[in-house]
């Protein structure tokens, strides 16, 4: 499995060494590189349940062949980006890597807790397009590809971090999904409505999406919005996120000052969810999941020059049956531009 692995992220290295070879459209924000950190510790001050989660991302200046590989799926007219010296359509490719970690509430324990989530990881590369029409409209479509198990390192990972901090030691990932390849593919639109100015010079706008993803991994359907009060609204979509969640396209454009605080939920109907359905292949331990789960949000963006920094609390509903209470934790997102 650890071979598979390595032999994917390889694969989509060669692939994006293609990708990065290729003329970018002039006039542009370039490339921006971004990594995602989200935790439990954040607001929560727990550790339990998605306890961890880490995602390094790349996204592309436009390209060209993007823009044209888009011109074949049926809700596109990269035609009409041709014909348009603006470019109302823009094409993006994005690669990411990342790790999740899930346990139970009671780390300590060293045996199965049979009534509580299961012990997971899952250590993923994703390549995918970010499609936009002007500040109207994006659409994003992602493959994740990777494992869960102990291949994930997983166990590794939480253990070293805890040790380094004097947490408590997580003792019953013996008890951890078993090893299966993983995959799941994302599809994910939003439509910004007007933006309208507000008090004190600020403008709003309401940005509702539609989405889902099917695959071993997770298979569900997801519908929600945001709202977003600050500078400069325009080309910028918000942060990404590590899934599931409220989508974010990724780019902005370069601005001395900007800043926007933001509130919005989503509500997903889950079919499939590994880290608590267990493993497809082979018996695991398991839990009897919810099928709706919704997910409540609030932060800030500030933007200096190139670089960007996101804060945002996330409160999310419960998701199997015996589960005590919500969850909460944080993510924080850096990006750079070049």
């Known amino acids: 499995m650890e071979k598979m692995t390595r032999t994917i992220i390889l694969s989509l290295a060669v692939l994006w060494m293609h990708t990065w070879a290729e003329p970018a459209a002039c006039n542009e924000a370039g ?15 727990t550790d339990r349940h998605f306890t961890h989660g880490t995602r390094l991302s790349h996204l592309t200046k436009p390209i060209p062949w993007m823009t044209e590989a888009a011109d ?6 990269a035609e009409e980006a041709r014909e348009d010296d603006a470019g109302q359509l823009k094409a993006r490719a994005t690669i990411s890597f990342g790790q999740s970690i899930y346990t139970p509430e009671d780390i300590a324990v060293r ?20 499609i936009n029409r002007d500040d109207k409209r994006y659409d994003q479509i992602e493959l994740d590809i990777g494992v869960v198990g102990p291949s994930s390192f ?9 040790g380094i901090f004097g947490l408590e030691r997580p003792n019953g990932w013996d008890h951890q999904l078993k090893d299966e390849l993983g995959v799941a593919l994302f599809y994910e639109q939003a439509r910004r409505f007007q933006t309208r100015e507000s008090v004190w010079g600020l ?15 997770f298979t569900y359907a997801a519908t929600g919005l945001t709202v977003r009060l600050g500078l400069n609204l325009e080309n910028d ?7 599931p969640s409220l989508p974010g396209a990724g780019y902005y454009e370069r601005k001395k000052f900007n800043f926007y605080l933001f509130a919005g939920g989503e509500g997903r109907a889950v079919l499939q969810n590994i ?24 932060g800030i963006a500030v933007q200096l020059s190139r670089f960007r920094i996101t804060y945002t609390q996330i409160y999310r509903t419960k998701e199997y049956d015996g589960q005590d ?14």
């Not at 490339?31 to 001050?45: A, L, M, P």
């Not at 997983?154 to 805890?162: G, L, N, P």
């Not at 979509?237 to 899934?243: A, E, L, M, T, V």
């Open 31 to 45: 490339h921006i590189w971004g990594v995602q950190f989200e935790n439990d510790f954040f607001g929560g001050g």
């Open 72 to 77: 074949r799926l049926p809700w596109f007219s």
């Open 111 to 130: 045996e199965m807790i049979k009534e509580d989530r299961p012990y997971a990881g899952w250590l993923y590369a994703g390549f995918g397009l970010v």
């Open 154 to 162: 997983a166990e590794e990972v939480q253990r070293k971090w805890h």
């Open 203 to 217: 403008q709003f706008d309401v940005i509702p999406h539609v989405g889902g993803v099917v695959g071993n991994v």
């Open 237 to 243: 979509f918000g942060s990404p996120r590590i899934r």
């Open 275 to 298: 880290f608590l359905d267990g493993n497809t292949f082979a018996e695991s331990h398991s839990v009897d999941k919810k099928p709706l789960v919704g997910d409540v949000q609030v």
């Open 325 to 338: 209470s919500a969850d909460q934790f944080g993510a924080l997102s850096l990006s750079c531009e070049f």
